[in-house]
């Protein structure tokens, strides 16, 4: 081949190469999108499925993993401003059914950025919606549908682990206790079936709802232990607990048997929750040494 023939070809490529780079950043390009996650559920869903680096702010109830904790925080799931919400110019908002208020969930969905509502519930089946729902709302089903196979093991086996076990103690899930009244968790509440999934009796299933506790009704009820929960703002021990009129003179403050854990592992009802039902049977049934449940990349981390 001559020098004027290899100029040429040269001079060829070089011209479709151009047009080629031309033709292709002239294609809109994909945008990764702009996360904001509302609900302690679909943040830690949002994570286990890899998504967490595109979550661009949380509300106050996501606190697990850690790097959630470490995002721009738009308020509390339950009492948000647009305003707060749009300020991180997402392309995507997920939250949790309930969130609002109300004024605020149509002022986002009129907004020209997509809102997709995640079911809420607090059984086997409701976590596993919402593994299905928040993977569909981000194009990661495959993603999803592993996720859900490992929680549904974890289910299996804690199902199998409660079973087992000899007895149910009575126990009340005291949500606070201000101005010397305790809240307690009733039936058709998150604490009531948390506690029937680590194999214990609701001993204020009589009550519907949260709602503050009669002292009568609660030492008449005789629960055998108390549930409260870490980091909700108030800090409930054995001491406080137990000086209550509704809970002194029950089974539960005289052998001072409480259980504290942290309240977004406690009630919401995310991929953690076998493990958290784990935890809480294991600490109210210490002779029945429950084994461990398998390790997981999205459980790895100590919770807040």
Do not use: C
């Not at 151009?18 to 945008?31: E, H, S």
């Not at 702009?34 to 679909?42: D, K, L, P, Q, Y």
């Not at 939250?95 to 907004?111: D, I, N, R, Y």
């Not at 592993?146 to 093991?153: D, G, N, P, R, T």
């Amino acid at each position: 081949m001559n020098v004027a023939r290899r100029l040429l070809l040269a001079t060829l490529i070089a011209v479709l190469t151009g047009l080629a780079l031309r033709a292709a950043a002239a294609q809109p390009q994909p945008v990764e999108p702009r996360i904001v996650s509302i609900g302690g559920a679909v943040t830690e869903i949002l994570f286990a499925l890899g998504m967490g680096e595109r979550v661009v702010a949380v509300d106050q109830t996501s606190r697990y993993p850690a790097a959630a904790r470490a995002l721009p925080d738009v308020g509390y799931a339950r009492a948000l401003s647009p305003e707060g919400v749009l300020s991180v110019a997402p392309t995507l908002i997920l939250a949790m059914e309930g969130a609002g208020p109300p004024s605020t969930m149509e002022v986002l969905k009129q907004a020209s950025v997509p809102v997709v509502i995640i079911p809420d519930g607090h059984d086997r089946d409701a976590v596993l919606r919402k593994i299905a729902a928040v993977a569909n709302a981000v194009g990661a089903q495959e993603k999803g549908r592993a996720l859900a196979a490992e929680v549904s093991e974890d289910f299996a086996a804690l199902d199998a682990m409660v079973k087992a076990l000899p007895e149910r103690p009575r126990a009340v899930f005291v949500l606070s206790a201000s101005g010397g009244a305790a809240v307690v968790g009733g039936s058709d509440t998150s604490a009531d079936a948390i506690l029937k999934l680590a194999g214990l009796t609701n001993a204020m299933a009589r009550i519907k709802g949260f709602k503050p506790a009669l002292d009568e009704a609660a030492m008449s009820a005789e629960p055998e232990a108390v549930v409260v929960m870490r980091g909700g703002g108030q800090a409930l021990d054995a001491a406080t607990v137990f000086a209550l009129p509704a809970f002194a003179g029950t089974p539960a403050a005289r052998d001072k048997r409480l259980v504290s854990l942290p309240g977004s592992y406690l009630l919401g009802f995310g991929p953690r929750t076998p493990r958290a039902a784990r935890d809480l049977a294991a600490a109210l049934h210490p002779g029945a040494k429950l084994p461990e449940l398998p390790s997981r990349p999205w459980s790895a981390e100590p919770d807040q």
